[in-house]
């Protein structure tokens, strides 16, 4: 009974996160920080940028289709800022250029979201 109880509890939180990121329109920082882990080496002093990276960053791109979903990236990005040391701002910024992409915005913490197109 308790066993059946847990299994139906388990089996909806799995639908639901499976679900919610389809239902949700705006990009969900956990899919931004996997799109960019790639990056973190490069943009913490590495000297290449390794073609994950670019990969994430070009579907992360594609994926933001809406203002509401370039601001959630935005918004993301400006929270993860502080808690990853040593970030090269001016390295972050050139990295959408060096894959080829051309991002409206600045990466920075300095970036005013509500203003993202
Ligand atoms: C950031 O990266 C740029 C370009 O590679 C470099 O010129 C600059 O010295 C770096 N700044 C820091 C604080 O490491």
Do not use: E
């Not at 089996?11 to 990056?39: R, Y």
């Amino acid at each position: 009974m308790a066993s059946a109880v847990v299994k139906a509890t388990c089996f909806v939180l799995i639908a639901v996160a499976l679900v919610a990121p389809l239902a949700d329109a705006a990009i969900s920082c956990g899919t931004v920080v996997g799109q960019l882990k790639p990056c973190l080496g490069y943009v913490q002093g590495g000297n290449v940028v390794p073609p994950p990276c670019c990969g994430g960053i070009k579907s992360l791109y594609t994926s933001a289709k809406t203002t509401a979903d370039r601001r959630s990236i935005c918004y993301c990005l400006k929270s993860l800022a502080g808690s990853f040391k040593g970030i090269n701002y001016s390295k972050a910024a050139g990295l959408p250029g060096k894959c080829g992409v051309n991002i409206p915005y600045k990466i920075d913490p300095s970036t005013d979201c509500s203003k993202v197109p």
